[in-house]
């Protein structure tokens, strides 16, 4: 009986110390996160407003398209 109890206040003390899962994100962790963030917005950005026509395509969308290529777009864009 001293186990079960034993091990059902251990389970609580670490469930509560960690915020039941909750990991938490250090300072440099999220602006890590958040310039990430920002740079992929700006490849969207681009990627959708790159002058590319997309021919032959039956399956996916431009804008889906265009998303997936963000990077490779942006570069030409950077070069020309």
Do not use: D
């Not at 804008?63 to 864009?77: A, D, F, N």
């Amino acid at each position: 009986m001293r186990t079960r109890a034993l091990i059902l206040t251990l389970f609580c003390l670490t469930s509560t110390a960690f915020g039941q899962g909750g990991a938490v994100k250090l300072p440099e962790q999220e602006q890590k996160q958040k310039r990430e963030k920002a740079v992929a917005k700006v490849q969207e950005k681009v990627a959708q407003q790159a002058s590319l026509e997309i021919r032959g395509n039956r399956s996916f969308t431009e804008k889906e398209l265009r998303s997936q290529l963000k990077e490779q777009l942006v570069t030409i864009e950077q070069l020309a």
